[in-house]
């Protein structure tokens, strides 16, 4: 019997980086998941993952496609407790070279999927409360130089995990934010080698985080030792934003 036995999460961004790991940790932890994402390299985990897991090619930002989510996770599963918005994108441009068609395609992913993410497991999770966790970044604790369309999608995140934190506690919804600092995965290596040697050197840790400590903290978030925990948000970077 694991943490999430007989429960059931959905995890976007779910083929690769973060959302594999995560996906891999709740089935570790017993639960059924219902991983998803753009890329069909989330049906070969889903295989590696077994009968608990199933993968769905889904676009973040398209709200037929959340329905067709939740359906499938009902179908199958029979409940929807958790849902881990991490499916995102960045963007290396400073607000001068961004144009308005990259802060559209960063904003479509980052901030309306995860508001669509939310909206479509109000219904679902109502009955028996849920809990939502919603990525944001590090990049999101200041005005991080160099990629602007990315850190306003990140702000945004913040402000919406905080309402919606509010809005659906009658629910006994619970969302919190994690706020990830530099990570290993394919996310992080779109940054030049010399911009990744001079972060490694800014962490107090010395090193980047890498996705298995990241679930361990979204676990930890949407389990049930974190009931009284929402509208939060917290920072996981070795130190970077100490
Ligand atoms: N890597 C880092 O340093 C870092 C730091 C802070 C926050 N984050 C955030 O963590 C999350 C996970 O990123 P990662 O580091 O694992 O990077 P990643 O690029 O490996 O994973 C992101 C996943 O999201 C998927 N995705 C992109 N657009 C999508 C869409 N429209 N619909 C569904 N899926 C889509 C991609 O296919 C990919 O599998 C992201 O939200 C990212 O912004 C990453």
Redesign the pocket.
């Known amino acids: 019997m694991g943490t999430f036995s007989g429960k059931t999460v959905i995890v976007?961004?779910a083929?690769?980086?973060?959302?594999a790991a995560e996906a891999r940790l709740f089935i570790a932890e017993g639960a059924n998941v219902v991983a998803?994402?753009?890329?069909e390299e989330g049906a070969a985990l889903a295989r590696e993952l077994g009968p608990a897991c199933e993968f769905i090619e889904?676009?973040?930002?398209d709200e037929a496609a959340w329905a067709r989510v939740v359906s499938r996770a009902m179908t199958r599963f029979g409940r929807v407790d958790v849902l881990v918005n991490?499916?995102?994108?960045?963007s290396t441009l400073p607000l001068d070279a961004t144009e308005p068609a990259e802060f559209e395609r960063v904003y479509r992913?980052?901030q309306l999927?995860t508001f669509l993410g939310m909206r479509a497991v109000i219904e679902p999770m109502a009955e028996r409360g849920g809990a939502i966790v919603n990525?944001s970044?590090?990049?999101a604790l200041s005005g991080t130089p160099g990629m602007f369309a990315y850190v306003a999608s990140?702000w945004a995140l913040r402000g919406m995990t905080k309402s919606a934190a509010r809005d659906l506690a009658k629910y006994k919804i619970r969302v919190n934010a994690i706020l990830?600092?530099?990570?290993d995965?394919?996310?992080?290596a779109q940054n030049s080698p010399e911009n990744l040697k001079q972060f490694a050197a800014m962490i107090p840790f010395g090193r980047f985080g890498t996705?298995a400590e990241i679930a361990q903290l979204v676990a930890f978030l949407a389990s049930d030792a974190a009931q009284y925990i929402t509208g939060a948000e917290f920072a996981i970077d070795g130190g970077l934003n100490a």
């Open positions: 976007t961004g083929a690769r980086g973060q959302g998803t994402d753009l890329l889904h676009d973040v930002s991490n499916a995102g994108v960045l992913v980052n999927g990525t970044s590090g990049a990140k990830p600092g530099i990570i995965t394919a996310m992080a996705p």
